[in-house]
């Protein structure tokens, strides 16, 4: 009976301080917290083509000039730069792009259509490491403007797989195709 009071006891005082241990101090929410894009959108279809994960900045009454500058290079979203998935051979903005995962950058342009960038590099913070040599393809992201303000960066594939990237009342489209051209 003693042993089983002890054991009870050693037990009790163990799960006691280990409540301690598992107090943990999480984090703050990410104000820009990531989010992800796939094509097809659909939940039920398990094939993606391809998926984009970013992190998705707000507005909060700055311009976006200022958040993403013209004519520099942008990481296409906040924290880390954004990272796109193709899971199949596709066709980027006009230009053959093999199954991979890149970084995906943009410049802003001040009129005129963006340049949309894929890169070698990976798992990059932000765009400070940028090295335009690392690029695989470099693209023109047509711009068109929306009737409504978009308050929190986004990006998603409309039915024909095109990339939209919107922020403001701008809005970057990119086509994007899984068929390559035989030569």
């Known amino acids: 009976m003693k042993k089983s009071i002890l054991a009870i006891a050693i037990f009790a005082i163990t799960l006691i ?5 598992f107090a943990q101090k999480w984090k703050k929410l ?5 989010d992800a894009s796939t094509f097809p959108d ?7 083509v391809l998926k984009v ?4 900045p707000q507005l ?17 979203g906040a924290n880390e730069a954004a990272e ?11 230009k053959e792009v093999k199954a991979g995962s890149y970084s995906l950058f943009t410049i802003p342009v001040a009129e005129g259509d963006w340049t949309v960038i894929l890169s070698t590099a990976k798992n990059v913070w ?26 929190a960066f986004s990006m998603m594939f409309d039915e024909d797989m095109t990339l939209k990237m919107g922020w403001a009342n701008t809005v970057v489209s990119v086509p994007i195709s899984a068929e390559t051209s035989e030569d």
């Open 126 to 151: 932000g765009h400070y490491t940028y090295k335009q040599e690392e690029d695989v393809v470099r693209v023109s992201g047509v711009v068109s403007n929306s009737d409504e303000s978009i308050e």
């Open 60 to 76: 909060k009454g700055r311009d976006l000039d200022k958040l993403a500058p013209i004519d520099k290079v942008w990481r296409t």
């Open 30 to 34: 990410d104000v820009s917290p990531m």
């Open 17 to 21: 301080s280990s409540t301690d241990t």
């Open 84 to 94: 796109i998935t193709f899971y199949k051979d596709v066709v980027f903005g006009g």
């Open 53 to 56: 994960v970013y992190g998705r």
């Open 42 to 48: 659909n939940w039920r279809e398990s094939n993606k």
